[in-house]
T-cell receptor
Framework: GAGVSQTPSNKVTEKGKYVELRCDPISGHTALYWYRQSLGQGPEFLIY????????DSGLPNDRFFAVRPEGSVSTLKIQRTERGDSAVYLC???????????FGSGTRLTVV | AQSVTQPDIHITVSEGASLELRCNYSYGATPYLFWYVQSPGQGLQLLLKYFSGDTLVQGIKGFEAEFKRSQSSFNLRKPSVHWSDAAEYFC????????????FGTGTRLKVLA
């Protein structure tokens, strides 16, 4: 597509529930990133995919967080047993893989109540 | 430790005035440098980037930034601010190879007075 698409734009869930956040990158972009932006903060790195594989998942805060990109295009960020502290905007970005600067999606605002 | 510091949390300027947003970084080697802008409810838009070469970089919307290696700074400037520039601005650094994992500053929120 023309830009990075993230769905849903907003998600409200109850504490302890499971959520999935979807990212559809720019067509042909091999690199895909997930970041998390808490209120009043800059984005923080979560995970980086090159193709289908997670090349760097050092930013995932704990094992409740997991992400996949099975066909090298769309990616899903999965959060199990959500906690109120998981409330944030989750941003996805993609790039051609050359370090040319990312293109970000508009994000998914996750609220855990 | 690698970090990005944006010392000004909020800045208010009058429309038509000049603007400078500060960014300092701590990094093992000269990194790639970026400025992004985020309007309310929107994702981040790339304003400009520095990879190498000329230390004065031109970006979109009339912005420019200057890389000063000796000061580990990459300040963003605009000679005349427009009301539509009101937004949050983020400085980021990243490696020149590898995963291109960026470190962002905490942002500077710009308010423009009519």
């Amino acid at each position: 597509g023309a830009g990075v698409s993230q769905t849903p734009s907003n998600k409200v869930t109850e504490k302890g529930k499971y959520v999935e956040l979807r990212c559809d990158p720019i067509s042909g972009h091999t690199a895909l990133y997930w970041y998390r932006q808490s209120l009043g903060q800059g984005p923080e790195f979560l995970i980086y995919f090159q193709g289908t594989g997670a090349a760097d998942d050092s930013g995932l805060p704990n094992d409740r967080f997991f992400a996949v990109r099975p066909e090298g295009s769309v990616s899903t960020l999965k959060i199990q047993r959500t906690e109120r502290g998981d409330s944030a905007v989750y941003l996805c970005a993609s790039s051609p893989g050359t370090g040319d600067g990312y293109t970000f999606g508009s994000g998914t605002r996750l609220t855990v109540v | 430790a690698q970090s990005v510091t944006q010392p000004d949390i909020h800045i208010t300027v009058s429309e038509g005035a000049s603007l400078e947003l500060r960014c300092n970084y701590s990094y093992g080697a000269t990194p790639y440098l970026f400025w992004y802008v985020q309007s309310p409810g929107q994702g981040l838009q790339l304003l400009l980037k520095y990879f190498s070469g000329d230390t004065l970089v031109q970006g979109i919307k009339g912005f420019e930034a200057e890389f000063k290696r000796s000061q580990s700074s990459f300040n963003l400037r605009k000679p005349s601010v427009h009301w539509s520039d009101a937004a949050e601005y983020f400085c980021a650094v990243g490696p020149t190879s590898g995963t291109y994992k960026y470190i962002f500053g905490t942002g500077t929120r710009l308010k423009v007075l009519a």
